[in-house]
């Protein structure tokens, strides 16, 4: 592809519709400010929405727009904001729950990006197949009678694949039978489904994974009727610099470890020290993405291009240098509620994991009660459960290494025009030490996720500095303890005299 022949990114925008499910996630809400902020002359922005305990579609748009992450539009112009135009619909509805008025509101979109999902590890298989494959069936049915269509981008994830050790670029052999997976979830018990789970997934780690891989083979058949391409990012993770620097909403991720490691309650992990962790920043995610659906708009290709976004080799952390960094960034960047100093180890034995977690129990125990006589909320056992129970639906890719190709992905940056460089490119995180981003992703966990605001964060370091002497006293004084129960447990003073004495007799 000639980019000097193409018009900047923005020029692409303007003046166009687009549609966009998962809007209201991690990784929509982000691309929505960006389209917004660097292509404000788009047109409309169509979000599918559902009513959500009895709020409305517009009240959750409403909502959605007092986002943080909206920030710098607001300053910039929040009529922007107002170009967001909801649809009530459901993902997992047939037509995906939308109207026939609200279909002919769509008839000039030109762009589709779609990247609603559930990405809980435990769903019922026929929830997953209805959410996660059957909506990019109806999606795709929507998309043949949009005559404007230029675009439909499809957000997969690099591990939908996971049975291979190398993930390219490509469309892997299906595992089932897309068709027939949607029947067997509309028409089977969901029981009776989930008993034949397993052996039906071909022995998938998961309902995710597996629903997923199904929506791909869907987008490459229907490639040959739509200008479709898949977009495979890895662990999504705290943006780079924008539009917040370590923006996150969610404890996925980089977050969720830190979080573990600064309230001082989670002591152990169960993963293996070798097995490396592949994180995209969300900006670099955002920025390549849009590069990507310009570079379909401008050039179509007969061939479904397929970029798995996911960082090089050499940036990826090892599982024991990770949990160091955490556990380090935690005393720079304490939490203004700890239970006890950041502390942790990972473990790939199964069983010392076990007992040690058992160990938890104990204090965790001892705050709940603490807190209950302060009345406040329990939450320590409540904390310990929900991270076991992350570790254990985890643990399939805590054990295993994959190494992702991204050539495609990297070569979008060489379709960028010079004018674009600014807004969009995205190799900024190559560069970027991992100590600095975990540092920034820490700040940015407390900012935004926790709100816990910067001017905290003295108090809060004052705090973690008397956890640590107590920490410290109580080790000391411990071991003293074990010292001077084994001596006169054995009586080693004596000993010693007699053992001397006998010796220079």
Request: net charge neutral; proline share 4%.
């Amino acid at each position: 592809m000639n980019s000097k022949d193409l018009p900047i990114i923005s020029e692409f925008f303007r003046d166009r519709e687009i549609f966009i499910t998962g809007g209201t996630g991690f990784m929509g809400k982000a691309l929505i400010e960006k389209i917004l902020f660097s292509c404000p002359d788009v047109k409309k922005i169509y979000l599918l929405l559902r009513s959500k305990r009895g709020v409305s579609v517009n009240d959750r748009l409403a909502e959605l727009k007092t986002c943080q992450i909206f920030s710098r539009i607001r300053q910039k112009n929040e009529d922007l904001l107002e170009k967001l135009i909801p649809l009530e619909g459901n993902s997992m509805s047939l037509k995906l729950g939308l109207s026939d008025h609200d279909l002919e509101k769509m008839e000039n979109v030109s762009v589709i990006i779609h990247s609603a999902a559930s990405v809980r590890f435990d769903d019922p298989l026929h929830k997953a197949i209805l959410m996660n494959t059957r909506s990019a069936r109806e999606l795709c049915l929507i998309a043949e009678n949009l005559k404007n269509l230029k675009v439909l981008a499809h957000i997969s994830t690099t591990y939908c694949n996971p049975k291979y050790s190398v993930i390219e670029e490509k469309i892997y052999p299906p595992l089932a039978d897309w068709r027939q997976a949607i029947k067997l979830a509309e028409n089977l018990d969901p029981d009776v489904l989930d008993i034949l789970a397993p052996k039906y997934m071909d022995f998938q780690p998961n309902t995710y994974t597996f629903t997923k891989s199904l929506a791909e083979q869907i987008m490459n058949e229907y490639s040959q009727k739509l200008p479709i391409f898949i977009f495979r990012p890895s662990i999504v993770a705290p943006s780079v610099k924008e539009p917040l620097v370590g923006w996150v909403d969610n404890f996925n991720g980089i977050t969720g470890m830190l979080a573990a490691a600064g309230s001082g309650l989670i002591r152990i992990s169960y993963t293996s020290a070798k097995v490396h962790c592949n994180f995209q920043p969300l900006d670099v995610v955002t920025r390549s993405l849009i590069i990507a659906i310009w570079k379909q708009g401008c050039s179509p290709s007969l061939d479904i291009s397929v970029y798995n976004c996911a960082c090089n080799q050499a940036k990826e952390v090892g599982g024991q240098e990770m949990n160091e960094l955490c556990v380090k960034t935690s005393s720079k960047v304490p939490l203004d509620e700890m239970v006890w100093i950041p502390n942790g180890r990972i473990t790939s034995c199964y069983y010392f994991y076990k007992i040690y977690l058992l160990l938890h129990v104990i204090p965790g125990t001892i705050v709940d009660t603490i807190l209950k006589a302060f009345k406040k909320k329990p939450m320590a056992l409540d904390v310990m459960r929900k991270f076991h129970y992350a570790c254990s639906s985890l643990s399939y890719f805590m054990f295993n290494d994959w190494y992702f190709v991204n050539d495609n992905f990297f070569d979008l940056m060489n379709d960028v025009k010079t004018e674009d460089m600014e807004e969009f490119s995205f190799d900024f995180y190559e560069i970027v030490s991992m100590e600095d981003y975990v540092y920034e992703s820490a700040i940015g966990g407390r900012r935004y996720l926790l709100n816990q605001p910067d001017e905290n964060l003295p108090r809060a370091r004052e705090n973690y500095k008397r956890f640590w002497y107590l920490d410290f006293s109580l080790k000391v004084i411990f071991w003293i303890g074990v010292l001077y129960y084994v001596i006169t447990r054995y009586d080693l003073v004596n000993f010693s005299g007699t053992f001397f004495s006998e010796k220079f007799k």
